[in-house]
């Protein structure tokens, strides 16, 4: 993988953009791209992986605890582990989850 991950980022107005950036056995890496005041809500991911956070300030609540979403943080998730999201500014993240 050879990507220039912040030429990738783009934001949609009130929305939320995700892409591809890898996908093989081992691992899938998609990019989100969440607009400001964006809310992702309570949901679980059958598989482990980690969130690392390119650009922005949010708020990702992870099995009830909060942890601040700025530039540089990783986020480890266990498999089934509840976890949802708020963006506060316009923000970027790589989630990879591993493929079992």
Known sequence: MNKKILKLIKYSPGGILSKVIEKNE?????????AAKTEISEHTSTKPGFVYVVEGDGVFNLAGKAITMSPGVLIYMKENAVHFLKANKNTSFLLALANN
Do not use: E, P
């Open 26 to 34: 081992k691992m899938d890496i998609t990019l989100f791209c969440l």
